[in-house]
């Protein structure tokens, strides 16, 4: 029987690890990556950006086959980092990018508005301009935002 973790990271071994088998069916580039770290960040848009896409970076050198991995994040400025590097790593993509971003929650103020509007910008470019799939993975209810 399947049912939702909403007590952490997902164990493989008792819990659905859809982003791993949707990958591994290769259709898709699929990777759960969190939010997490761009909480400490409060107001400044541009560190916590920088910080998320680090983590990122060092999540996906290990979740993903390399062939699969985003190119090197390019600059933007702050406020528009999150959606340059979804929108490079989609179009340079061989298959449709799936993301699941955990952690939205953890966001606040002016960093959590930051992200839902940058993700809310790059959906129009979908499916070849930005991932195909983003699922948004947190207790709050972003829709206040």
């Known amino acids: 029987m399947r049912y939702f973790n909403t007590a952490g990271p997902c164990r493989p071994d008792i819990h659905l690890a859809l982003?791993?088998?949707?990958?591994?069916?290769?259709?898709?580039?699929?990777v759960l990556l969190s939010l997490e770290v761009g909480a400490a960040f409060e107001d400044d848009?541009?560190?916590?950006?920088?910080?998320?896409?680090?983590?990122?970076?060092?999540?996906l050198e290990v979740r993903l086959p390399e062939a699969l991995q985003p190119p090197p994040w390019s600059d933007a400025p702050p406020g528009g980092?999150?959606?340059?590097a979804l929108g490079e790593w989609a179009r340079w993509s061989a298959r449709p990018v799936v993301v699941f971003l955990d952690e939205i929650d953890a966001l606040r103020d002016a960093v959590l508005v930051s992200v839902l509007r940058q993700l809310r910008d790059g959906y129009a470019?979908?499916?070849?301009?930005?991932?195909w799939s983003l699922a948004l993975i947190g207790l709050r209810d972003v829709r206040d935002y």
């Open 19 to 30: 982003a791993q088998q949707l990958t591994a069916e290769g259709r898709y580039a699929a």
């Open 45 to 59: 848009v541009g560190a916590a950006e920088s910080a998320i896409l680090s983590v990122w970076r060092s999540a």
């Open 81 to 84: 980092r999150i959606n340059r």
């Open 125 to 131: 470019l979908r499916p070849a301009g930005f991932p």
